[in-house]
């Protein structure tokens, strides 16, 4: 007899089905508000500025800006805090004792360690002129102890220790310009404008006159070592130390080094200041010894041998970042920093200039 077989109720019964329902709501036309607005419409917009000038433009209505920002924001500070304003309210140039000196109404200016006076040679009055610009400018005696502030009379102070330097009796006399000279002779060694890029390719950029940019590289390295080793070091040959076949940069031929580290050994307290900071700003040494040896009114100065100011601040800076503004050109250059860097350069190199020329008659 068979046994029936029970089915569990809850397989038995069949499952319920659960609906669920849909809704849609009532389409509805949308308000539109009244226009209430007077006036005319307002101008389309422009497309980003992609001329040079309207960039400077912008970024010098900025900087006006920025100023106006920062004079208010120095006179709430300054009734704040207490901070005096400058004590002086007139910066001159005057000539004591056979130098220039610039006067803050009537105390000399000093350096900032030494409590000296400092004293600019009669032969550079575009120095103490620029200097007395450098102290009229600042707006508080606070601003006289940031260095970024003050870069001429940095520069100043360095050819000052200089001199004090030369002339001391101590066992480190020359000190100084010993550490100076080691310090500048390393960057002839990766100097800026004797580093080559590579033979141009079939897909390498070129520029107008159909040069790559080793061939422009190699233009302004050739020109500037001609004039160097016809005018200040003849006899020797500096030779390109990365001409794009190597990654390991090379050294100059024997007896080269000595040659220029006599040269820099023999250069004036405000020669060598000027070298030193020519050589830190461009990163190359030829640069900086063909903008020494251009506008110095010192012996090492070869004006009277090719005209004064054909290696300008503009040469000089453009010799030194080829690369760059090259680079620059084809890809696009980054806003405030290639732009503000180059400024930079062309800033100290103008220092350089002020600091090492004069009318050729020195007196101290």
Same mark, same amino acid.
Not at 135 to 146: C, G, P, R, V, Y
Not at 237 to 257: A, C, F, N, W, Y
């Given at each position: ?28 036309? =949308? ?41 208010? &924001? ?53 120095? =103490? ?28 102070? &360095? =050819? ?60 302004? =390295? ?143």
């Amino acid at each position: 007899m068979k046994v029936p077989t029970r089915i569990p109720r809850q397989l038995a019964l069949p499952r319920p089905q659960f609906v669920r329902p849909f809704h849609q709501s009532i389409a509805r036309t =949308a308000n539109v508000a009244p226009i209430v607005g007077t006036g005319p419409p307002p101008d389309p917009p422009t497309p980003a500025a992609r001329n040079a000038q309207e960039r400077l433009d912008r970024r010098k209505k900025h900087a006006e800006l920025l100023k106006t920002a920062k004079e208010v &924001r120095s006179a709430q500070d300054g009734k704040s805090s207490g901070v005096a304003r400058r004590f002086w309210k007139e910066v001159t140039v005057r000539e004591v004792d056979g130098a220039l000196q610039v006067h803050l109404d009537a105390r000399p200016l000093r350096h900032p360690n030494t409590k000296a006076i400092i004293r600019v040679p009669l032969s550079k009055p575009n120095l =103490a002129s620029a200097l007395a610009l450098e102290w009229d400018i600042l707006t508080s005696a606070q601003q006289a102890t940031k260095q970024h502030l003050i870069p001429l009379t940095s520069l100043i102070c &360095r =050819a000052l220790d200089i001199l004090d330097d030369d002339a001391s009796n101590s066992p480190e006399a020359t000190k100084i310009r010993t550490t100076i000279t080691h310090t500048v002779l390393r960057y002839l060694d990766t100097d800026s404008l004797l580093c080559w890029a590579p033979p141009a390719g079939p897909h390498d950029r070129r520029n107008d006159a159909e040069e790559s940019l080793r061939d422009v590289q190699k233009k302004a =390295a050739e020109e500037t070592v001609s004039y160097l080793t016809t005018n200040v070091w003849p006899g020797i040959t500096i030779e390109p130390v990365l001409d794009g076949h190597s990654i390991m940069p090379r050294k100059q031929s024997e007896g080269v080094r000595e040659v220029i580290q006599g040269w820099v050994m023999g250069l004036d307290a405000w020669e060598i200041a000027g070298l030193e900071r020519a050589v830190l700003a461009g990163k190359s040494f030829v640069a900086a010894a063909r903008v020494v040896a251009e506008w110095s009114e010192g012996s090492v100065g070869t004006g009277h041998a090719v005209p004064v100011g054909r290696f300008s601040v503009e040469h000089a800076s453009k010799a030194t970042s080829l690369e760059v503004d090259w680079q620059a050109e084809q890809w696009g250059e980054v806003e405030d920093t290639h732009d503000v860097n180059q400024e930079d350069v062309r800033r100290q190199l103008g220092s350089v200039i002020l600091l090492v020329s004069g009318t050729g008659k020195q007196h101290y």
